[in-house]
């Protein structure tokens, strides 16, 4: 059963890596398409609530894809356990875990408190610049893990 199991996986081995990179497109487009929206923040203030409107199908793309992008990886590693001890694998799994945990504190602890700003955003109060440095630093880290994440599945694709 198990050898079965295993050569359905082997043999759709390309579907699995289609739908891999497709969680990754969606994921990371969504990623992007926020980080711009936080720069463009910066320089238009008073167009904090249509971001705090789309804050919300972001997250929501970001998680769906990060779903497609674990249901794949697993069905391409279970055939595949041995890449477990290749050292870029293991690095690009910290990054997942990473985008991860990052990703619950941003749907958390970021969004809610951005939704309570956003009426006082364009004051720019010290409510407003210290969580904009939180935000900031969270939104870093998400970046610099989805995009190692994307390099080092170079070595795998």
Do not use: C
């Amino acid at each position: 059963m198990e050898t079965g199991f295993f050569s359905f996986l082997i043999k759709y081995d390309s579907l699995w890596r289609f739908f891999h990179i497709a969680g990754v497109i969606i994921a990371l487009g969504s990623v992007v398409f926020a980080d711009l929206a936080l720069v463009w923040l910066k320089f238009k203030p008073k167009e904090a609530s249509i971001i705090a409107k789309i804050t919300p199908m972001l997250s929501l793309q970001v998680w769906l894809g990060l779903i497609l992008i674990s249901i794949s990886g697993l069905l391409m590693f279970l055939p595949n356990q041995g890449i477990a001890q290749n050292s870029i694998f293991q690095l690009k799994m910290l990054l997942v875990l990473v985008v991860f945990l990052n990703g619950i504190f941003l749907n958390v602890w970021i969004t809610p408190r951005f939704e309570k700003l956003v009426p006082a955003w364009h004051e720019n109060g010290r409510g407003v610049k210290n969580f904009t440095k939180v935000a900031g630093i969270a939104t870093a880290i998400s970046f610099l893990a989805w995009w190692g994440i994307v390099i080092l599945m170079k070595f795998f694709y």
